[in-house]
């Protein structure tokens, strides 16, 4: 390796010795149950964001299928070049009914619907106030638009209005951000309050609801359903890939926010469409979602049956003010979340060691799918008390 790029090892040595070393770990198909790499005893999968179960199910699959033998593999091109399909505003119409909103647009991940979207919006001449929990991309997308940027503390409203009363006054557009569902906390933000801010502030409101679409709300629309919150004038972000179980991300709004974006949002301008596979899976999981809605209640079920075993145990979790499927158990340091999550793994139960950077503290975070069983609950509930956190 040249000199050029000496600084390399040096540099990954001291991620080794700072406990940040990672190293992904191959298993089967998303489910209930999965097999690692190391072809070892069956684990429950308390690590996925396939929260419905949808990534292997039968009708996804097909749909997938049939969309690869009429459309080919890949959009193969940008969608304003050669890269339109139907399936893409079959799909933009879907999220847009769903969401309630005027208008949706599919990107090819949830970090570039992010990204493009917050770098469009807004530039050096604005604002940006954002929750310090947010997820990464929100925080990469903020500072790659140069827009000021300031984060309030964790879902701390009057911080905010601080914020704002202190700053707004001096930039031509302010932009506030947050997640929906937290994805390493799983708490709920603030929404209505929130958005009672941006309307007094004329700020406008981005919701990354990657973690509440599909899981949350009277037909599973997301946090603002949840919460009995309004889908008109706020920009609602959210993922494919999760509850849908398939891949992408999309931006809901008015119309004439999608209209800016299709012009503005480099990330969707200057990238290959959706794939047919991806753009019709998610599109035939959306409709599950909302015709069937027993895959939703099952995991309601589980995570109220895991919240009462963990509250009967005195076991410390992180609060949520909204049932969520992601637990989050604090961990006072690295070697201590490393060692419980190997305990679990004996026990038969895949759980997600967190730790820094990803998180500002260590925990474990426990997701949970529409497939567990009760059995799989109680499991993992007597490994975590022999834990004794």
Same mark, same amino acid.
């Given at each position: 390796?040249?000199?050029?790029?000496?600084?390399?090892?040096?540099?990954?040595?001291?991620?080794?010795?700072?406990?940040?070393?990672?190293?992904?770990?191959?298993?089967?198909?998303?489910?209930?149950?999965?097999?690692?790499?190391?072809?070892?005893?069956?684990?429950?999968?308390?690590?996925?964001?396939?929260?419905?179960?949808?990534?292997?199910?039968?009708?996804?699959?097909?749909?997938?299928?049939?969309?690869?033998?009429?459309?080919?593999?890949?959009?193969?091109?940008?969608?304003?070049?050669?890269?339109?399909?139907?399936?893409?505003?079959?799909?933009?119409?879907?999220?847009?009914?769903?969401?309630?909103?005027?208008?949706?647009?599919?990107?090819?991940?949830?970090?570039?619907?992010?990204?493009?979207?917050?770098?469009?919006?807004?530039?050096?001449?604005?604002?940006?106030?954002?929750?310090?929990?947010?997820?990464?991309?929100?925080?990469?997308?903020?500072?790659? &638009?140069?827009?000021?940027?300031?984060?309030?503390? #964790?879902?701390?409203?009057? =911080? $905010?209005?601080?914020? %704002?009363? *202190?700053?707004?006054?001096?930039?031509?557009?302010?932009?506030?951000?947050?997640?929906?569902?937290?994805?390493?906390?799983?708490?709920?933000?603030?929404?209505?309050?929130?958005?009672?801010?941006?309307?007094?502030?004329?700020?406008?409101?981005?919701?990354?609801?990657?973690?509440?679409?599909?899981?949350?709300?009277?037909?599973?629309?997301?946090?603002?359903?949840?919460?009995?919150?309004?889908?008109?004038?706020?920009?609602?972000?959210?993922?494919?890939?999760?509850?849908?179980?398939?891949?992408?991300?999309?931006?809901?709004?008015?119309?004439?926010?999608?209209?800016?974006?299709?012009?503005?949002?480099?990330?969707?301008?200057?990238?290959?469409?959706?794939?047919?596979?991806?753009?019709?899976?998610?599109?035939?999981?959306?409709?599950?979602?909302? &015709?069937?809605?027993?895959?939703?209640?099952?995991? #309601?079920?589980?995570?109220? =049956? $895991?919240?009462?075993? %963990?509250? *009967?145990?005195?076991?410390?979790?992180?609060?949520?003010?909204?049932?969520?499927?992601?637990?989050?158990?604090?961990?006072?340091?690295?070697?201590?979340?490393?060692?419980?999550?190997?305990?679990?793994?004996?026990?038969?139960?895949?759980?997600?060691?967190?730790?820094?950077?990803?998180?500002?503290?260590?925990?474990?975070?426990?997701?949970?799918?529409?497939?567990?069983?009760?059995?799989?609950?109680?499991?993992?509930?007597?490994?975590?008390?022999?834990?004794?956190?």
């Amino acid at each position: 390796m040249s000199q050029a790029f000496a600084w390399l090892e040096p540099a990954l040595g001291a991620l080794q010795r700072a406990h940040w070393w990672r190293q992904p770990r191959a298993s089967s198909a998303p489910a209930a149950l999965v097999t690692l790499e190391d072809g070892g005893q069956p684990l429950i999968n308390f690590c996925s964001n396939d929260y419905l179960g949808l990534a292997t199910h039968p009708a996804v699959k097909a749909a997938a299928i049939q969309a690869i033998q009429e459309w080919g593999t890949g959009a193969t091109g940008s969608r304003l070049l050669s890269g339109e399909r139907p399936l893409h505003a079959e799909l933009e119409s879907a999220i847009a009914h769903w969401k309630g909103t005027e208008a949706a647009l599919v990107f090819s991940s949830g970090t570039a619907a992010n990204i493009g979207t917050i770098a469009a919006l807004v530039d050096p001449r604005d604002l940006i106030l954002a929750d310090s929990y947010n997820h990464a991309c929100l925080k990469k997308g903020a500072r790659l &638009s140069r827009a000021t940027y300031y984060e309030y503390r #964790h879902n701390d409203v009057e =911080q $905010l209005r601080h914020y %704002l009363k *202190k700053y707004r006054h001096q930039y031509r557009r302010c932009l506030i951000l947050s997640d929906g569902v937290f994805s390493m906390d799983g708490d709920v933000a603030p929404l209505p309050d929130i958005r009672q801010l941006g309307a007094e502030f004329t700020a406008m409101v981005l919701v990354d609801d990657a973690h509440g679409t599909g899981v949350l709300g009277a037909t599973g629309a997301g946090t603002l359903e949840a919460l009995g919150q309004s889908n008109t004038g706020v920009i609602q972000m959210g993922t494919l890939s999760k509850a849908l179980g398939s891949l992408g991300g999309y931006i809901a709004g008015d119309q004439s926010l999608i209209t800016y974006l299709r012009h503005r949002a480099s990330t969707w301008v200057y990238s290959t469409g959706l794939s047919p596979a991806d753009t019709a899976a998610a599109l035939a999981a959306i409709q599950m979602v909302q &015709s069937e809605p027993q895959h939703r209640q099952a995991l #309601h079920d589980r995570i109220q =049956q $895991l919240a009462i075993g %963990l509250a *009967k145990g005195g076991v410390q979790v992180l609060p949520r003010s909204v049932p969520t499927p992601i637990f989050c158990l604090p961990a006072p340091d690295v070697a201590t979340v490393q060692a419980w999550g190997q305990q679990l793994q004996a026990q038969g139960c895949w759980v997600a060691a967190v730790r820094p950077p990803t998180v500002p503290y260590s925990r474990l975070r426990i997701t949970l799918r529409a497939d567990h069983t009760p059995q799989h609950i109680d499991q993992l509930l007597t490994a975590l008390l022999s834990l004794h956190i």
